[in-house]
């Protein structure tokens, strides 16, 4: 299995610059091609791929050794697809936990996605059941990598979701019908792979004060109550931090600025309201 | 039902409802202008708190291990503007050394 990991991201390292590259040149040149965006999700998560299989597959493993069924297990992954609070729900039934305590926890994990959804819920069209199946693509990975200076690119989150969502259940599924004979991802550093991942996205959007305040309130909130809250309620008490956008808003440096501009022109500006906003930041 | 099924099918309801609340019910409304700032340091703020508990929670206690020398080693990575694939690769590969030379 380490050697199937270690092969998959050899492959990648050797395809990925060109056509990382080839995306970046479709994107900026085309935005009007159709199938451009979907491809780009998909390009934007493939360095993960690896790391979610090997999670997939530990999750598939640790459930057996939880005595949850195959076909349960398959279930979860398919319905759920959130890792953390799958593990959470695991973990809390292997040590004989009730189900009402793994609810809580996977739950209290989870409640994350409902600020997400709505910060990218302009993102979903269509009827209700439409909305309801695609916003299930939602995930920390596809929501961090569509973002667009806080609008998100529809075409990359659905891309980018399917495929992680592609690579979780055949992971998960592996994981149930091969048993524990398989290598741990920690062994590989993949757990190391996913904070990382999130810094490298968080890095671009660190260009004003209130965003470095957001980022550096958020971090602290979600530490200091670590040690003191159930797994989960950290992160959602985090969110809390993007309130500091209710303080006087300052004024960026025009060169700031104007790149800003030139990037949202870029992407898929539907709400007017967005652009208005700058003017008026910029003379407070 | 086991205890697994009931936490399986309650967790899998539960998250669909969570995920799909904002897109249903906010779907083509345009939010007023504090919410939309608001809500656009939710990524700064959200992914800094994950790239936190991420790295340094275990359970409920902080720790130092080999994740946080991983992301240390991808911070740098990052300063020198390498590629996502790079940063995820040298962060893994940094966690998995210091790992197998204990």
């Not at chain 1, 059941?129 to 690119?153: K, P, T, Y």
């Not at chain 1, 979780?168 to 398989?182: E, I, R, Y």
């Not at chain 2, 694939?85 to 790992?99: E, S």
């Amino acid at each position: 299995m380490r050697g199937l990991f270690l092969h998959t991201a050899a492959s990648v390292v050797a395809s990925m610059p060109k056509s990382a590259q080839r995306t970046v040149a479709a994107v900026s040149a085309a935005p009007a091609q159709p199938a451009s965006g979907y491809r780009a999700g998909v390009r934007a998560v493939l360095p993960l791929i690896p790391a979610v299989l090997a999670f997939g597959v530990s999750f598939g493993v640790l459930a057996q050794a939880a005595d949850m069924s195959a076909a349960a297990s398959i279930v979860m992954s398919a319905t759920t697809f959130a890792g953390s609070a799958q593990f959470a729900v695991v973990s809390v039934l292997g040590a004989g936990g009730t189900a009402a305590a793994a609810i809580v926890a996977a739950v209290l994990l989870n409640a994350r996605y409902g600020p997400m959804g709505l910060a990218a819920a302009d993102v979903f069209k269509g009827g209700p059941l439409r909305r309801i199946l695609e916003a299930q693509l939602l995930v920390d990975e596809s929501w961090a990598l569509s973002n667009r200076d806080g609008r998100f690119d529809r075409r990359v989150m659905l891309g980018a979701g399917g495929f992680l969502y592609v690579g979780w259940n055949a992971g998960t599924a592996v994981g149930v019908v091969a048993g524990d004979s398989l290598a741990d991802p920690a062994t590989l550093g993949l757990d190391a792979a996913f904070p990382a991942l999130f810094l490298a996205l968080l890095a671009p959007l660190l260009r004003s004060r209130t965003s470095v305040a957001a980022a550096l309130l958020g971090a602290a909130i979600a530490l200091a109550l670590t040690p003191i809250t159930p797994a989960g309620v950290p992160v959602i008490a985090a969110t809390a931090a993007c309130l500091v956008g209710l303080a006087r808003p300052r004024s960026l440096p025009a060169g700031a600025q104007a790149g800003e501009a030139g990037r949202r022109q870029g992407g898929q500006s539907r709400h007017a309201g967005g652009h208005e906003t700058r003017p008026q930041e910029a003379s407070t | 039902m086991t205890a697994a099924w009931t936490a399986v099918l309650v967790v899998g309801l539960a998250t669909i409802a969570i995920k799909a609340a904002g897109p249903v019910l906010a779907g083509e409304r345009e939010l007023p202008l504090g919410a939309s700032r608001v809500l656009n340091l939710l990524a700064p703020a959200l992914l800094a708190a994950l790239v936190a508990t991420q790295a340094f929670a275990s359970d409920e206690s902080l720790v130092l291990d080999e994740r946080g020398a991983g992301l240390l080693a991808g911070a740098v990575a990052i300063l020198l503007r390498a590629p996502l694939l790079v940063v995820v690769l040298v962060a893994a590969a940094t966690a998995a050394g210091l790992r197998a030379m204990t």
